[in-house]
């Protein structure tokens, strides 16, 4: 019904021998013909679903143009084994492809592992750094706030320098984090290190979002729980499809606002109407800054 009525999704139903459900996997048309539009980077997540049948809810979503969450496909089995994974995660690359330039980002579950080796051999799988973050406070038994920020400081780190500069410090607050961190693999945690461009997807915090959203609906039969997951991806698309249509520009709003807050700092200049011109910005990193707004006093 769904494919008839939205042309370009992608269903996939699979039972067992004795014709009882056994899986299940679902891509709305808009978010296979978006996918091409975001940054080839997937967060994968999973969750209980609390009905009478109970099993596990699979999510695959990604960051749009305007750092919103843009859900790419849902899926349903029994467990989060490696059998369900590697069923969902082929499904997931039989509709969006694979590329060399393709970043999965996923918490250190084992079948989620072997689930992406065998799907998606040519992807590049990250880890979010918070589950490695808790590893490593559980693991040395910690609670030290510099061992966070410090570790935290690191993962984000834009280059090599300022890696290194970082994790200096973190490994000499915490004696054995050295080891176990490289034992993980830094290009698995860190930006720095990263073969593949993660961009600001360092974490699964969109998957987990995702999954918060359903919280309620979670609760429903699985037919229930499709047609409302079906009306909140509908209704998001939506919304953000009329504010395209009123965009004057190709770019995301979330593009061009800092862009034109640039170019209108000269023309307020020339109108000598202020006093002094303020450029708000915040500075995340030593290369990386944000516009906040320009703030400007009457003459």
């Known amino acids: 019904m769904l494919m008839q009525t939205n042309p370009g999704s992608v269903v996939n139903l699979e039972v067992t021998d004795g014709n009882k459900f056994q899986y299940l996997f679902i891509a709305f048309a808009a978010s296979i013909q978006g996918f091409s539009y975001c940054r080839p980077v997937i967060s994968i997540d999973a969750t209980h679903l609390k009905g009478k049948y109970r099993g596990v809810l699979f999510t695959a979503v990604c960051h749009d143009a305007n750092q919103q969450i843009f859900p790419l496909a849902i899926g349903v089995g029994d467990s989060e084994n490696d059998a369900a994974w590697t069923w969902f995660l082929k499904r997931v ?88 961190l490289e034992s993980v693999g830094l290009d698995r945690w860190t930006r720095s290190h990263a073969p593949c461009r993660r961009y600001n997807i360092m974490t699964t915090n969109i998957s987990e979002s995702f999954n918060a959203v359903l919280v309620k609906v979670r609760e429903l039969p699985i037919t229930a729980f499709v047609n409302e997951v079906r009306l909140l991806c509908q209704r998001w698309f939506q919304q953000r499809r009329t504010k395209a249509n009123g965009c004057s520009s190709r770019m995301s709003t979330d593009a061009t606002q800092p862009i034109h807050l640039l170019q209108c700092l000269p023309l307020l200049q020339q109108q000598q109407q202020f006093r002094t011109l303020t450029l708000n910005y915040q500075q995340l990193h030593s290369n990386h800054v944000t516009v906040l707004g320009i703030f400007g006093t009457l003459l």
């Open 93 to 180: 690359k039989d509709v969006f492809g694979e590329n060399p330039a393709l970043v999965i980002v996923s918490d250190r579950h084992r079948s989620i592992r072997s689930a992406v080796e065998e799907a998606f051999p040519r992807a590049f799988h990250g880890i979010c750094m918070y589950h490695l973050l808790n590893n490593l406070k559980t693991k040395f038994k910690s609670k030290n706030k510099e061992l966070e920020q410090h570790y935290i400081a690191a993962a984000k780190a834009y280059n090599l320098q300022e890696f290194h500069v970082l994790f200096y410090t973190l490994c000499s607050a915490v004696p054995g984090a050295k080891e176990y």
